[in-house]
């Protein structure tokens, strides 16, 4: 079952920060944060994840609470192209490799 | 990033028939791979779990019998719709896992729409 709270949908204006927020308050100790994002009729495509370090590759920077309850997924520059429903996933600690995705958010990029 | 491929991409086929839809993970080894389902508008809901060399875990409310799975080799997963309904219609996305405990990535494949009439 998915274990993350995300806003159902936001928007932003192309070139500025986008910043996604996941509530996971239940999280466990041992748990990852992972996000994915959908582009219409395609398959998820991995953009990054973390335990409890803040943690930054070229798609995205993840920045996740110090009280790890929640996070937050920061596209620096965000275009057209980014326009996709991003999930926050914390991946189950006890079921093995299993990944739950709850309702995400629907970010819309703005010209 | 390993590259999951799905095939076919999309298939209408009559009620009452099964479709095969593949799995193939490209350039690694999936000793694990997952089966999702996604309605228009809705999230990816889990199907199943699908081990290679042994049976498909699946989950609550999934029907093992209408929705075969066989995962024959490190490289290949297939489900398999039987005895397909109109309420079967779906996008069905397969994945695969690249790491231990919780170190690794999913990757996804592109998708499979499934249309039955």
């Known amino acids: 079952d998915a274990k993350t709270t995300q806003p159902t949908s936001m928007d932003c204006a192309e070139g500025r920060a986008a910043n996604l927020p996941c509530n996971h308050s239940t999280i466990s100790g041992n748990e990852y944060v992972y996000w994915y994002r959908q582009i219409h009729s395609q398959g998820p495509q991995y953009i990054i994840h973390?335990?409890?370090n803040n943690e930054t590759n070229e798609m995205a920077s993840l920045i996740i609470t110090e009280d790890r309850k929640s996070s937050t997924l920061i596209l620096p520059h965000a275009t057209l192209r980014d326009t996709a429903v991003y999930y926050c996933?914390?991946?189950?600690?006890?079921?093995?490799?299993?990944?739950?995705f709850g309702t995400g958010t629907s970010l819309t990029v703005i010209p | 990033g390993a590259v999951v491929s799905q095939h076919p991409s999309w298939v209408i086929c009559k009620s009452g028939t099964s479709v095969k839809i593949e799995c193939r993970s490209l350039?690694?080894?999936?000793?694990?791979m997952f089966w999702y389902r996604q309605f228009p508008k809705q999230s990816l809901m889990l199907m199943a779990t699908s081990n290679e060399g042994s049976k498909a875990t699946y989950e609550q409310g999934v029907e093992k019998d209408k929705f075969l799975i066989n995962h024959a080799s490190l490289t290949l997963s297939t489900l398999t719709v039987t005895s397909a309904h109109p309420e079967d219609s779906s996008f069905y996305i397969c994945s695969a896992y690249t790491g231990q405990g919780g170190t690794g990535e999913l990757f996804f494949g592109e998708g499979s729409r499934l249309t039955v009439l």
């Open positions: 350039d690694f080894q999936a000793t694990t």
């Open positions: 973390g335990l409890k």
């Open positions: 996933i914390v991946r189950p600690r006890l079921t093995g490799n299993q990944f739950y």
